[in-house]
């Protein structure tokens, strides 16, 4: 007897229905009053200044676009509905992404009402996208309940990804419980020490570990997909591997299938190249060059090691040419392929 299964619909849709959604929403932006949205707990009155993440109580966000960039479970054929909120509450010194997260200036003056933040999620789910994309959301999650009780009320139906540093706040993360459908975490560093070199955050393992077991508790290991294979809910880490070992790959896999489970989703990725601090000659020595082949294949192994790989993403690796040098100012990663397969 085949299995009839009901149609997917976000959890966030049945908690706006009830009310529930609102009452989370209001809860979150209690938060802001002694900010205690992520660990750095800043204590500060985001309603009237700004803590360490430079991000008042309106949402900055810098850009929204179909992304196809993505795992395949999350671009699919029509991609992924990016929303790139600006700032972060990290200081990572090889940021891809630095122009967004670490520019506050540029975005002085550029707060959106959460009006304008549910027109956002709106717009990308009539551009066919697969799922809303929240990147770097931690030190914005207030803002964007508070959209998304809007944007609930108006038909969005979409899946909700949370794609984070996973420096965040255990106590805000159950509070997402329901809302988030997919957890898309990174893990960053194995090594307290790495984390507080190269990301300014002293704690990082504990807190990101800490974390990822919330949402691990949240989804399990089980995935949910629709019949054409996109990823609706469920748990997927991702591992950037860094030059000499910084990121500690191997720990962090080891971490995952013994305190977790050996099921869990991993993205490991390849596309590391020295950007933004870790670019200026002599400022971060050990991060200075792409990975090799070896550091790669080290990393493949380990995985291959430690979790079942039924659902593990592998991104194609690139080696670097050996004229390579850093660039400064490059925020285009001009050797690795982006995809991942």
């Known amino acids: 007897m085949n299995e009839i299964r009901r149609p997917f619909r976000p959890g966030y849709v049945k908690l706006a229905r009830t009310g529930e959604l609102a009452a989370r929403a209001r809860e979150l932006d209690g938060l802001l ?15 009237v200044r700004l803590g360490v993440c430079a991000t008042g109580d309106h949402a900055v966000v810098a850009s929204w676009v179909p992304h196809h960039g993505e795992e395949p479970v999350l671009s ?22 630095f122009q967004i997260s670490q520019r506050p200036k540029s975005f002085i003056g550029r707060e959106i009402s959460d009006e304008d933040l549910a027109a956002i999620f709106l717009e990308l789910q009539d551009r066919g996208c697969h799922n809303i994309n929240w990147v770097s959301p931690t030190h914005q999650v207030p803002q964007l309940v508070r959209a998304l009780v809007i944007a609930a009320a108006r038909g969005l139906s979409l899946p909700i990804v949370y794609n984070t540093n996973a420096y965040d706040s255990v106590r805000v993360l159950r509070l997402l419980d329901g809302i988030v459908d997919i957890y898309l975490p990174d893990l960053k560093y194995a090594d307290p020490a790495m984390g507080a070199t190269y990301s300014r955050i002293p704690d990082y393992p504990h807190h990101a570990r800490t974390a990822i077991a919330e949402m691990y508790r949240q989804t399990g290991a089980a995935w949910r997909l629709s019949p054409g294979g996109l990823l609706q809910r469920g748990l997927l880490i991702r591992i950037l591997v860094l030059p000499n070992d910084i990121a500690g790959a191997r720990e962090s896999l080891e971490w995952i299938a013994t305190s977790l489970s050996p099921d869990v989703a991993v993205s ?9 601090l870790a670019a200026r000659p002599g400022r971060y020595p050990l991060l200075s060059r792409p990975i090799s082949a070896g550091e790669w294949d080290r990393a493949l192994e380990a995985l291959e090691h430690t979790l079942s790989c039924d659902r593990c993403f592998i991104q194609d690796f690139i080696a670097a040419p050996e004229s390579y040098r850093p660039d400064f100012d490059n925020a285009e990663n001009p050797f690795a392929d982006e995809s991942i397969g």
């Open 268 to 276: 490991l990725m390849a596309q590391y190249y020295p950007t933004h």
């Open 33 to 47: 009053e002694s900010c205690e949205i992520c660990p750095r707990a800043c204590g500060v009155d985001r309603r």
């Open 76 to 97: 699919g054929r029509m991609g992924s509905g990016t929303v790139f909120l600006a700032n972060c509450n990290l200081r990572c010194v090889f940021c891809q992404n």
